[in-house]
Structure formats: C-alpha cells, structure tokens
C-alpha cells in the first residue's frame, strides 16, 4: 500500500511540465506567441473553409482564362455567361464546377433578339439571348498567373496543401519517433543500441535526399508526400524521446509502478509519456514547420504535390521567372504566405518552450 501512494504524488509533480494552467498563463502574456497561434488559427480557419470563401469555386480553382493572363491585383473583368449546365456536381471538399459556360468579353448590348457581343480578341459577333445565362463582372483581387488562374484563389486552397501535410506528417512522425524512443529509453540494452544505431543512420542522411528517395520510391502524388515527409521527420521527435524517458524512468513512482506489476504497456502511456508532453509539443510545434517547407521544396522541384492542385511550392515554381519581369508578386506572393506560416509555428514553438520550462516559475 505505500508503495501504491508513491504514485500519484510523483505524477503530480512530474506533469508540472505539461501544459499546466501556469504554463498556458505564461504563454498567453507572450505577445509574439499569441500573435503566432492568431496567424496559424486563421489559416487553419481558410483552409478548412476552402472552396466557400475562395472567388474561384472550381475544382482545384484551376479555371483557366488565357485571355486574362497575368493581370494586375485589382482587374477587373466582364464574362458572358451561356449554356447552362444541369447536374455539374461538385461538394464542399473538392470544388464546384461552374453551371455554365464563361466567356471574357470587352462589352455587349442587345441586338433584336440576340446579344452583341464584342470579345477580347477575334471578331465581334452575335449570340442568342435564351443562351445567355448572366453578364457579370468579376474583379480579380490578386491578379491572375500566366494561364489566366486567380491567384487569391489558388493561395487560400493552398493552404489546405500545406497545412494537411504538415498534421499528417507529424502525426506519423509522432507514432513512430514516440513508440521507438519511449522503447529504446525503457529497455536499455540491445534494445536502445539497435534503435540508437537506426536513428544515427537516418540522422546521417540529409533529410531533403531522403525525402527526395522517399518519393520516388512511392511515387509522385498528394498522400505520397505525406508518407514521405512522414518517414524522414521521426528522428528528432525519437531522441528527445529517448532523453526525456532516461530521466524519468528511474523516478519513484515509476519503480512503484513495477513493483506493482503494471504492464510495460501501461507504465509507459500511462505513467512516463504524460510527463514528457511538454518537450514533445514543443518539438511538435518546429517539425510542423520543417514539414511545411519540405513540402513545398518537393513541389518547387516538381516531385511533390503535382498540377493541378494547387500549392505554394508549385505556384513558386511556375512563376519564378517573374521576378525579373513586372509580376514578381505571381511568385513572392506564395512565397509569403509561406515564410508567414513558418514563422509562425516556430515563434509557437519557442513560446511554448519558454511556457513550459520550469525554471520559469
């Protein structure tokens, strides 16, 4: 029985690290880690959203007008909308497809019984009026790249790109890099040398080459990069693992728990791996963004996530020879939105390491 009651205090005092009611006190007086969880919050909020709140509501927002190539933020624009479309499916997640038939036009008026209609290029001419769906004009906000594409549109579902593969990467990376440190640290022996000496062959290998393996091994796709990204980011998670585990494991109530016969199972998911959620957040936070470059250096390099999806890797690439001309904002506007996105999930990270250092307190 008292060895029972060695439990619980032990606990206790070992979450202090998690992130305790203090330790969300301190991380809310830091200004810079706020601002940080307000621009990876919105972001979260716009890529959940998606196709509801993007001016281009197609499929991949991959609508194409090469009469309006490359325009500049704040065009506008007048479509003649004819031939109306009847069962065009569509849902939340993937896009809708226009109902329609768009046409950029100069100008029309009536004619009779028939529309006048003056197109951007080529020879004016006239339609019938019970084709005509709508006249409506449309302001490009952004722009458009060079295949008539709206850019506003195509950096908003981007952001469901990026910060898909970043959650699912790092959730693999958390399964593996938790299960093999926590393994390692507890068994000691051959078993933390033959796990130590798999991290130390990964570690030794750039992560970008591996990465880059990876994919060709699996192929070049949308959930391939998240198996890829997934597989090369375990390390770093596996070894503060494997330190943060050495040091509790000789504690107290861990003894008391082996001495009370619980299962190796429970003694590490129920008593050891709670009291290390800190430094695993906190390394969380920076691999997300690590995922998230990666992602889009896959993409820069065309082995990532491939045309038409859109993503800010990609739109990089595809608009890189820009910034010499007068549309440099087609590629530092994607570029910014990355540099934002990383920047904040490294200020999180470093708020909440300094929330949850104890020697804070």
Not at 37 to 61: K, N, R
Not at 127 to 143: C, D, H, N, Q, S
Not at 222 to 227: A, D, G, T
């Amino acid at each position: 029985m008292k060895i029972f009651k060695l439990i619980k205090p032990f606990e206790d005092h070992g979450k202090s690290a998690s992130l305790s009611h203090e330790a969300w006190r301190r991380f809310r007086h830091n200004r810079l880690a706020m601002i940080s969880l307000a621009v990876i919050g919105l972001f979260a909020l716009v890529a959940l959203l998606g196709y509801a709140i993007t001016p281009d509501h197609t499929p991949y927002c991959n609508q194409q007008y090469l009469e309006l190539a490359t325009l500049k933020p704040g065009s506008k624009a007048t479509f003649l909308c004819i031939d109306p479309k009847e069962d065009v499916g569509g849902s939340f997640f993937k896009g809708y497809p226009l109902p329609y038939t768009a046409i950029p036009i100069d100008s029309c008026r009536m004619d009779g019984d028939s529309l006048y209609v003056a197109p951007l290029a080529g020879e004016p001419y006239t339609i019938a009026y019970e084709r005509v769906v709508k006249v409506k004009e449309r302001t490009f906000w952004l722009g458009t790249d060079a295949y008539g594409r709206d850019v506003l549109s195509m950096i908003l579902i981007g952001s469901r790109v990026s910060l898909s593969v970043g959650f699912i990467a790092i959730l693999i990376a958390l399964l593996i890099g938790i299960t093999l440190g926590a393994l390692a640290a507890y068994y000691g022996g051959w078993v933390d040398n033959l796990i130590t000496w798999l991290i130390n062959v990964v570690w030794s290998i750039p992560t970008v080459l591996l990465v880059i393996a990876i994919t060709f091994a699996l192929g070049k796709g949308f959930w391939q990069v998240f198996i890829a990204v997934g597989l090369t980011m375990w390390v770093d998670i596996a070894r503060v693992v494997r330190g943060q585990v050495y040091s509790i494991k000789e504690k107290e109530y861990i003894e008391a728990a082996r001495a009370l016969g619980f299962s190796t199972f429970r003694t590490i998911f129920r008593h050891i791996l709670p009291n290390i959620t800190g430094a695993v957040i906190v390394i969380t936070a920076s691999n997300f963004a690590s995922a998230i470059l990666l992602e889009a250096g896959l993409s820069f390099l065309g082995i990532g996530v491939q045309p038409p999806m859109p993503s800010w890797g990609t739109m990089v690439k595809e608009n890189y020879c820009y910034i010499l001309l007068d549309n440099a904002y087609l590629a530092l506007l994607p570029g910014l939105a990355i540099m934002l996105i990383v920047l904040a999930f490294m200020l999180m990270g470093n708020g909440l390491r300094d929330a949850l250092d104890i020697k804070n307190k």
